[in-house]
């Protein structure tokens, strides 16, 4: 079983649709979330990062950690098909300087 | 002005080459690593190095080695290339956290698509 894992998708989403994204792990001692974006044939790029439990908003994502349920999900509000793209959850723990990524899920909004 | 940058972009070569990837970080990150991508976008760490200090090398064969001549490069050689190889290489560069309110997040390179035929 992989440390985290995402549904691969791939979700398909009309233009200005809200959507959820999720993820789930399985190593308690993970305290730093994060959510990256990847563009085809580009690097990740990182979009949102937490710590421990909570919500953060910044414009139209917003990112959930429940540390309770090793459950982790990215918002996205009003999405536009610049949106589409590869997103892949991740997460650290304090003092390792590695981070664990998810699997990716592919996410397509169309106009 | 590129933050990380890899050489080359693409890279064809045939099975039972050697061949190097080179990564270049203006960031002033103290660390700098490489990740595998599979065709399946999965991202596995590989190697890990903390101002030239190797500090992560996960169960990787012995044909790839990580080489950092300064903490702003970092390079990877692989010898007698394998048809499993053929993967997206991607340097990655951060700075360790201080405090939980920290960014603990990496910059990556656009990565080096390497074809074993």
């Known amino acids: 079983q992989k440390e985290v894992e995402q549904d691969p998708g791939p979700l398909s989403v009309p233009e200005g649709a809200i959507v959820s994204l999720n993820c789930t792990y399985s190593n308690s001692a993970f305290q730093y979330f994060m959510w990256y974006r990847q563009y085809s044939r580009k690097g990740p790029e990182l979009l949102m990062y937490?710590?421990?439990?909570g919500n953060k908003e910044d414009g139209r994502f917003t990112a959930q950690v429940d540390k309770s349920s090793k459950y982790i999900s990215l918002f996205i509000r009003d999405s536009q098909p610049s949106d589409s793209a590869t997103y892949l959850c991740?997460?650290?723990?304090?003092?390792?300087?590695?981070?664990?990524f998810g699997t990716g899920t592919k996410l397509q909004v169309i106009p | 002005d590129t933050a990380v940058s890899q050489t080359p972009k693409y890279l064809v070569t045939q099975m039972g080459n050697d061949k190097s990837i080179k990564c270049e970080q203006n960031?002033?990150?103290?660390?700098m690593y490489w990740y595998k991508q599979d065709s399946k976008k999965f991202l596995k760490i590989m190697f890990s190095?903390?101002?030239?200090?190797?500090?992560i090398n996960e169960t990787v064969p012995n044909r790839f080695s990580p080489k950092s001549p300064d903490k702003a490069h970092l390079n990877l050689h692989i010898n007698s290339l394998e048809l499993g190889d053929s993967a997206v290489y991607f340097c990655?560069?951060?700075?360790?956290?201080?405090?939980?309110?920290?960014?603990?997040?990496?910059?990556f390179g656009s990565g080096t698509r390497l074809t074993v035929v």
């Open positions: 190095y903390n101002n030239k200090e190797l500090i």
């Open positions: 960031l002033g990150h103290d660390t």
């Open positions: 937490t710590y421990s439990s």
């Open positions: 991740a997460k650290a723990q304090r003092g390792y300087q590695k981070v664990t």
């Open positions: 990655a560069s951060s700075q360790p956290p201080t405090d939980r309110l920290t960014n603990y997040g990496y910059t």
